[in-house]
C-alpha cells in the first residue's frame, strides 16, 4: 500500500511540474508557435474557469467546457503527460473539440473575453464565424 501511495505521490507530482513548465516557457519564450503551444492549456484552464461561472453560457456548453477542464486536470490521459511532445496532445484536443462545441451554443463575444491569450488562437480554434440568417 505505501508503495502504491508513492507512485501516486510521484505521478501527481509529475503533472504540478509539468504544468509549472508549461508556464514558465509560456512566460519565458519568445512569441512565436513554440510560446503560444506553451501557454495553450493554462489558456484553455483560465477559459474553463471563466465560463462555467458565465451565466450566458448554456448548461450543455457548461457540462463540455467542465469536462475538458476535468480531462486536462485529471490523471487519465491517452497519453502520458511525460513524454515530452505527445503527451499534453490529447489533453488539446479534448478542449479544442469543447470548446468548438461551445462556441456554437455561446455568443463568440463571450468565448473570445474569456480567453486570456492572444486572440488570434481562440479565433483559429473557433474558425469563421457564422453569418445568422436574417
Excluded: N
Excluded at 502504491?4 to 519568445?30: C, D, E, F, M, Q
Excluded at 513554440?34 to 501557454?39: N, S
Amino acid at each position: 500500500m505505501r508503495d502504491w501511495l508513492i507512485g501516486l505521490g510521484a505521478a501527481a507530482a509529475l503533472i504540478v511540474l509539468s504544468w509549472g513548465v508549461l508556464i514558465l516557457l509560456a512566460r519565458t519564450l519568445p512569441p512565436g508557435l513554440a510560446r503560444d503551444l506553451a501557454a495553450f492549456l493554462p489558456d484553455c484552464a483560465t477559459t474553463v474557469r471563466r465560463l462555467r461561472r458565465d451565466p450566458r453560457v448554456p448548461r450543455r456548453a457548461k457540462f463540455a467546457i467542465v469536462f475538458a477542464g476535468l480531462w486536462v486536470a485529471g490523471p487519465i490521459d491517452l497519453s502520458p503527460e511525460f513524454l515530452p511532445v505527445i503527451g499534453p496532445l490529447d489533453d488539446i484536443v479534448v478542449v479544442a473539440l469543447a470548446l468548438r462545441y461551445a462556441a456554437r451554443r455561446v455568443p463568440r463575444e463571450v468565448l473570445l473575453a474569456a480567453w486570456p491569450g492572444e486572440p488570434r488562437l481562440i479565433e483559429r480554434l473557433l474558425g469563421p464565424r457564422r453569418l445568422t440568417p436574417g
